[in-house]
């Protein structure tokens, strides 16, 4: 059930030999405008890629020069060793700094060197291996009183199954302008579309043109250290032992449901599955990122007050939520490889920018609050500043910001062509603000 021929010429299939369902002009234009941004190095050769298109790109033989004009010159032992950049005075490591030193300077070389080094990077060091592909799934379809539908999504592992539910709900009069996935941790997503929420406002997604999904996160895997594995964990993970030290945990199996709701979601005749947004609140918002990095497709990713773990920088560890709090407070959400780090933040081999990096070309969305002191807001703004060479790379590079400085204007949506923010006024939480400037304009189109 997870095949998709809408494949995307130049990038690797992260899940199934799935990818990212931008469309491949879309793409094309990227790429061209990505050349031209690393123009002067002479004729390129042509490349046949996928989909019959020839592209020009940098030959892999082409020396690699250093085009990154914020790198800085050397490697850093506070970060791991790793080359580093500075974003508005703090030092994170260079997203495009190859583990060998040389640096990209080409979509097909973020795409086949860099973006696996980083998946695999953010895996070890973070959020723990994921679960495969399940062996079998299967959808259990019932339809809801409103035309909505409840899915019951089975999946099969080598020791057994599990289930966990989707809700569908889809405009009547017209066909949807795109779909919102949310990562619903709260369970407050019901049967009925009209039980609506500021949290989850299924009625106003609906009356302005959109799909809803909600997966039930809770069943996915339970919020609670004692039996967050009885989900789906336990169907890949025997359950008379422990997890191995480097698996993930809760975050990393919602994200993974999140995939597996979009296994349904790309065959449902209701829905585009080129136009599908993964959305998270707060932990919903950490396992939303995770999914999007992974999953190329999903074309859209938001992450609303996500903080630690999810877009708030780790260097800034003594802003808001350290590594040493979270580990400690919700030790069923991360693996001890993560915990390892609690006394050295500074020396995780990766930041939390180069997991937004991870969604691009898609568009990656970040949504803070100006007193969401746990989540620190401004380490979640300078993360998507620093995300933005890796869209450069795309052509895409315009952060939509109209001042690079903090704090930006509270309560407006910064919108650029696959990057976009807003610093919300007030409180944590995902709120009818947060959700008037989701739906405010084409999320989905450039
Ligand atoms: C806690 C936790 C955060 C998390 C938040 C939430 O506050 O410390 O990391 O984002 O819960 O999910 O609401």
Avoid at 31 to 43: E, K, N, Q, R
Avoid at 301 to 327: P, Y
Wanted: proline share 8%; with cysteine.
């Amino acid at each position: 059930m997870t095949g998709n021929d809408q494949h995307e010429p130049g990038r690797p299939p992260p899940d199934g030999g799935v990818r990212r369902c931008a469309t491949a002009a879309a793409w094309l234009m990227a790429s061209a405008t990505a050349l031209i941004l690393v123009g002067g190095l002479g004729p390129a050769p042509e490349r046949s890629v996928p989909g019959g298109a020839a592209l020009a790109l940098i030959a892999d033989e082409e020396p690699l020069e250093d085009s990154s004009t914020e790198a800085d010159a050397a490697t850093d032992d506070a970060t791991g060793g790793a080359a580093t950049m500075t974003v508005e005075g703090t030092r994170v490591p260079d997203p495009l700094a190859l583990d060998n030193g040389d640096t990209v300077e080409s979509v097909q070389a973020w795409e086949r060197q860099r973006r696996p080094e980083l998946l695999d990077a953010f895996q070890t060091h973070v959020y723990g291996q994921s679960l495969p592909e399940p062996a079998d799934i299967a959808f259990d379809e019932q339809t809801l009183g409103d035309g909505g539908k409840k899915v019951a999504i089975e999946v099969t592992g080598p020791e057994g199954s599990a289930s966990f539910t989707l809700r569908l709900f889809v405009p009547a009069s017209s066909e949807p302008k795109g779909t919102f996935l949310l990562i619903d941790h709260r369970g407050s997503v019901g049967d009925d579309p009209n039980s609506s929420s500021d949290y989850a406002p299924v009625t106003t997604i609906l009356d302005q043109g959109y799909a809803f999904a909600a997966l039930d996160a809770e069943e996915v895997a339970p919020d609670d250290a004692a039996s967050y594995r009885s989900g789906v964990l336990d169907a890949f993970y025997p359950s008379g032992q422990e997890l191995p030290e480097d698996a993930g945990r809760a975050i990393s199996a919602w994200a993974w449901g999140a995939s597996r709701a979009m296994d349904y979601l790309q065959d449902d005749p209701d829905i585009d599955p080129s136009k599908v947004a993964v959305i998270g609140h707060s932990r919903g918002g950490k396992a939303a990122l995770w999914a999007g990095a992974q999953d190329t497709r999903f074309p859209v990713v938001l992450s609303n007050n996500s903080g630690s773990t999810g877009a708030k920088l780790a260097r800034r560890d003594e802003a808001g939520e350290s590594i040493a709090a979270i580990t400690a407070q919700f030790p069923h959400w991360f693996p001890p490889t993560y915990q390892d780090y609690a006394d050295s933040p500074d020396s995780l081999p990766v930041d939390q920018h180069e997991l937004l990096a991870l969604i691009a070309p898609g568009r990656v969305v970040v949504g803070s609050a100006t007193e969401d002191g746990n989540a620190d807001p401004q380490g979640e703004f300078l993360s998507y500043l620093a995300a933005e060479p890796v869209y450069d790379l795309y052509g895409l590079g315009d952060t939509g910001l109209s001042s690079q400085s903090w704090p930006p204007t509270t309560d407006k949506g910064f919108r650029g062509p696959a990057m976009s923010y807003h610093l919300r006024g007030g409180e944590h939480g995902l709120t009818s603000a947060d959700w008037a400037i989701y739906l405010q304009g084409e999320l989905f189109l450039r």
